[in-house]
């Protein structure tokens, strides 16, 4: 198990400067429904995440950190491209055991993602992990700008549960107590030999996304009820092997290295004390754990108050890499290296949607709803069985699973109007609706949700 602190307390021998004009690196690591309260630096006490937390120790932390959908697909899209879901047009989770009309949709190919972008400027890419952005071939990684994949193309709950190579299954069935060390292998052979740069590598882990799966090294059976925290740990050991290889490479400070989730936690996680959870837009659906490190740009120990979101990262990486973003390509984000920089604090509003319908707007600290959340509870789960599950055959994780009992965050109750203003400064919880009080603030939100709407016709 010391293994998993082998990053931690090393002497630095990566203390050179970005060397002439070679052009960094980008790492960014994807995890997949992890709360904001599920590392240690926002909050979590159970356990330790000392290597993720290192990120934004030596970097910068974004304490107000949006995906524009609180599931997988629209937000990956989002954060690939740059583009609001009602831009690229990918609002829904393509699902391969639907067999209805989900199971043939994808990120449209016209789509420029961020791997196009740099691999247009030299750069070696390659994708790890979860994809769900389409898994018909048309859809692939290896399609939209990924010179290399390895993984799995949808959520690892959706039969059938195969690894991808490339183009070719490679295994099946998946036992996903090694999804964590393989995909951590896989990124570290990539780094070496792509040493000589420069590269982009997307990590897309699948943990802590349900089935739940950890190693034998991770796992322990004798205090049950805490698989959660032992994926997490593992997820936590995996990126420090990984920042360790670019040390040891003499690349960590040449690599610009993203950390984030792709929306809130399910059953068993920790929203960090907000409301909802995944499949939700209130705040634990939405607002998730991001930080990023590039001592070249970024001032370590800094913290960010200002709402941002996934958008903003395709245009960050292209500034800080002195790479031309996509041309004629209309992108929602915007370049935040200022702003992460503490050079300023101005960003435009930024919006959540949930199906086809935009949800909510947050500008400075108010947010306020257009629509009634979905509150996503189930009342009575007695006898509560997950369709999804391991069943030791077709999805092979340990039995141990958490249940809606595991509620990760503040139980919503369905509010009576759609028209609701909260102040999140004041009330994290999004339990005072100030709509009433402030008719003028909801008119200017309401005009800022209408420009949007009707930008995205454009």
């Given amino acids: 198990m010391c293994a998993c602190l082998c990053f931690i307390g090393c002497k630095s021998q990566d203390d050179g400067k970005n060397s002439g004009n070679r052009k960094p690196n980008v790492l960014i690591i994807l ?41 997988c697909a629209p937000s990956r899209a989002s954060l690939l491209t740059g583009r609001f879901p009602l831009r690229h047009d990918l609002i829904k989770n393509p699902t391969p055991d639907a067999h209805i009309e989900v199971d043939t949709i994808g990120l449209a190919p016209e789509e420029v993602t961020m791997a196009e972008v740099f691999k247009d400027a030299g750069y070696a890419t390659k994708a790890i992990g979860k ?50 060390k393989d995909y951590t292998a896989q990124a570290i052979d990539f780094i070496t030999r792509k040493k000589e740069g420069p590269f982009l590598l997307y990590l897309a882990h699948a943990m802590p996304h349900k089935p739940l799966a950890a190693s034998k090294a991770f796992y322990t059976p004798n205090t049950p009820n805490d698989l959660y925290a032992d994926v997490v740990r593992e997820l936590d050991w995996g990126v420090g092997q990984v920042l360790h290889t670019l040390k040891e490479l003499k690349l960590l400070n040449n690599t610009i290295i993203i950390f984030m989730s792709d929306n809130g936690p399910w059953y068993g996680g920790s929203t960090g004390g907000f409301k909802g959870m995944k499949a939700t837009t209130w705040e634990g659906g939405i607002r998730v754990p991001m930080m990023v490190r590039y001592p070249e740009a970024f001032t370590k120990g800094m913290t960010v108050n200002v709402p941002i979101w996934s958008l903003d990262i395709l245009p960050t990486i292209c500034s800080l890499a002195k790479v031309a ?25 930024v919006f959540s949607m949930h199906g086809d319908n935009i ?48 509620y990760p965050g503040v139980i919503p109750v369905y509010p009576e109007k759609d028209i609701q203003l909260f102040n999140l400064k004041e009330d994290p919880t999004e339990s005072n609706n100030l709509s009433q009080a402030y008719p003028e603030l909801v008119e200017e939100l309401l005009k800022i949700y209408n420009n949007f709407q009707e930008n995205l016709k454009k």
């Fill in 31 to 71: 995890t997949d429904d992890l709360g904001y309260g599920d590392i240690s630096s926002f909050g979590q006490a159970i356990y330790k995440t000392p290597n993720i937390d290192r990120i934004g120790a030596e970097g910068v932390v974004a304490s107000s950190f949006y995906v524009p959908t609180p599931y």
């Fill in 131 to 180: 994809w769900h952005l389409g898994h018909y071939p048309k859809f692939f990684p290896v399609a939209q700008g990924f010179d290399e994949y390895y993984g799995i193309l949808y959520s690892n709950d959706m039969r059938p549960v195969q690894i991808i190579r490339d183009r070719d299954t490679v295994q099946y069935p998946v036992d996903q107590r090694h999804l964590t």
């Fill in 325 to 349: 973003t996509p041309k004629n390509v209309v992108l929602d984000g915007q370049d935040i290296t200022a702003l992460l920089q503490g050079k300023t604090t101005k960003h435009a509003p």
């Fill in 359 to 406: 949800m909510s707007v947050r500008k400075g600290d108010y947010k306020l709803f257009i629509r009634r959340p979905p509150g996503f509870v189930i009342e009575d789960f007695t006898g509560w069985v997950d369709p999804r599950g391991p069943d030791g055959n077709t999805i092979i994780a340990q039995t141990e699973q958490a249940t809606p009992a595991n």
